[in-house]
Nanobody, 121 residues
Framework: QVQLVESGGGLVQPGGSLRLSCATSGNIFSINAMGWYRQAPGKQRELVAT???????SYADSVKGRFTISRDNTKSTVYLQMNTLTPEDTAVYYC???????????????WGQGTQVTISS
């Protein structure tokens, strides 16, 4: 089994910054990719950023230049640095990992519990 624990959400003013963390643990054989989705009330889920096993990154156009996805030295924790935040960034942010567990022979997607990010003056 794999666990993903998110932290770092909260309330900030427009123009502020937040850093989200997502720590993974469990009987993981390999990780293919990690990333972040967000979902605001009444809107569809949006892919925000991804990082592959090779370290390549991609971003939604709405956050490009403001957000940075990264991982730690052990590659077990993924981060999302969010700068110049606007009210349009308000959402629940979910991290995910595409991983192969030792009990399986193919990759599956696992999700964090979500963390609320609110930008308001």
């Amino acid at each position: 089994q794999v666990q993903l624990v998110e932290s770092g959400g909260g309330l900030v003013q427009p123009g502020g910054s937040l850093r989200l963390s997502c720590a993974t643990s469990g009987n993981i054989f390999s990780i293919n990719a990690m990333g972040w989705y967000r979902q605001a009330p009444g809107k569809q889920r949006e892919l925000v950023a991804t990082i592959t096993s090779a370290g390549s990154t991609s971003y939604a156009d709405s956050v490009k230049g403001r957000f940075t996805i990264s991982r730690d030295n052990t590659k077990s924790t993924v981060y999302l640095q969010m700068n110049t935040l606007t009210p349009e960034d308000t959402a629940v942010y979910y991290c995910y990992v595409d991983a192969i567990l030792r009990r399986y022979t193919s990759g599956r997607r696992y999700w964090g519990q979500g963390t609320q990010v609110t930008i308001s003056s």
